[in-house]
């Protein structure tokens, strides 16, 4: 898995590409509690490069978001494929995040 980082305002852009699994999940939560301990409570974890996510990746994504929610932050997701979107309907977490389109739509969420 590969994970970038661009900042669009106040808003952490998180690009992941690749599986996020029990494996690699590590890796997103590291980079995501680095950003939060840092500051950061505005992100948009774009998946458009994801194509497959297990629930080691939805903890991960669920834990930050429980991280920045006190503090009014909020986590966005944006370009989920057909498969990891239908994870998200299955398991319910469409509820809980914020899913988008684009960064575009996500990021006029903020304002």
Do not use: Q
Request: net charge neutral.
């Amino acid at each position: 898995m590969e994970i970038e980082n661009k900042i669009s305002g106040s808003v952490n852009i998180i690009l992941v590409n690749g599986r996020i699994d029990a494996r690699n999940s590590s890796l997103l939560d590291d980079k995501l509690k680095s950003l939060i301990e840092a500051g950061s409570d505005k992100f948009i974890v774009n998946m458009e490069g994801v194509d497959y996510i297990s629930s080691s990746g939805l903890r991960v994504l669920l834990a930050a978001l429980k991280k920045v929610k006190p503090f009014g932050g909020e986590i966005k997701l944006s370009g989920l494929k057909p498969f990891v979107s239908d994870v998200f309907r299955i398991s319910g977490f469409d509820s809980i995040f914020d899913i988008c389109n684009s960064d575009k739509e996500a990021l006029l969420k903020f304002e």
